[in-house]
């Protein structure tokens, strides 16, 4: 069991240059989860899915953030024109359910935004 | 609206001793509590987590105490060690409602030897 694989592990922008971060759920899990980390704001929920469908994007940025599972095996999180303020460590869970089921985190993806 | 509160900020303990580490909640309706354990570069990894229904769960030397009257719980760490030196983060979600996990700010302990 590899667990939560997120690629890449880090990535450098340019403000207003566009950012895709990857996650592969642990297999046979149902739920993938996104959050971000930062000093300021701590561990911030940001969406998540279920089976392929969204089921709460209430922690989404309005703008420029969107999140994709176009299959069972990765998610996507893509942030367009990037700004410095998205510098971020974005986390990828999941769960063997979309209940309460305990998350697992992947090591997640350490976004700078020059 | 911080919605889950963790004091202290930042504890140290000798090795050998009990850590206690507090957590705090305000939705009545948070019934799931699970703690995370982050060592600095990587993920928060799951260390014990306890229902509303129960007011206490060991697992080795961690025991959470928890108070669903007055909307608290507590992570004990016994026989504290160097390698236990983490943030901890207690973290809430409701069940029945969404699954996302709401974190508290997080208590960077320290064990010294």
């Known amino acids: 069991n590899a667990g939560v694989i997120q690629t890449p592990r880090h990535k450098v922008t340019g403000k207003g240059q566009e950012a895709t971060l990857w996650c592969e759920p642990i297999?046979?899990?149902?739920?993938v989860f996104w959050y971000r980390q930062t000093i300021v704001q701590g561990l911030e929920f940001l969406t998540y899915?279920?089976?392929?469908?969204?089921?709460?994007d209430s922690g989404m940025p309005k703008e420029r953030f969107s999140a994709q599972m176009p299959n069972q095996s990765h998610s996507t999180l893509k942030i367009q024109s990037t700004q410095p303020q998205d510098s971020a460590v974005y986390l990828c869970?999941?769960?063997?359910?979309?209940?309460?089921?305990?998350?697992?985190f992947g090591p997640g993806t350490r976004l700078t935004v020059l | 609206q911080q919605q889950v509160r963790q004091s202290p900020q930042s504890l140290t303990v000798w090795e050998g001793e009990t850590a206690i580490l507090n957590c705090s909640y305000e939705?009545?309706?948070?019934?799931?509590f699970p703690w995370y354990q982050q060592f600095p570069g990587e993920g928060p990894a799951l260390l014990i987590s306890?229902?509303?229904?129960?007011d206490k769960k060991e697992d080795g030397r961690f025991t959470i105490f928890f108070n669903k009257r007055e909307k608290k719980l507590s992570l004990h760490i016994t026989d504290s060690q160097p390698g236990d030196s983490a943030t901890y983060f207690c973290?809430?979600?409701?069940?029945?409602?969404?699954?996302?996990?709401?974190f508290g700010e997080g208590t960077k302990l320290t064990v010294s030897s």
């Open positions: 306890i229902s509303s229904v129960s």
């Open positions: 869970a999941s769960s063997l359910g979309g209940g309460v089921y305990e998350q697992y």
């Open positions: 973290a809430a979600s409701a069940q029945g409602g969404s699954a996302k996990l709401i």
């Open positions: 939705d009545s309706t948070f019934n799931y």
């Open positions: 899915f279920r089976n392929q469908a969204p089921i709460d």
């Open positions: 297999s046979g899990h149902s739920a």
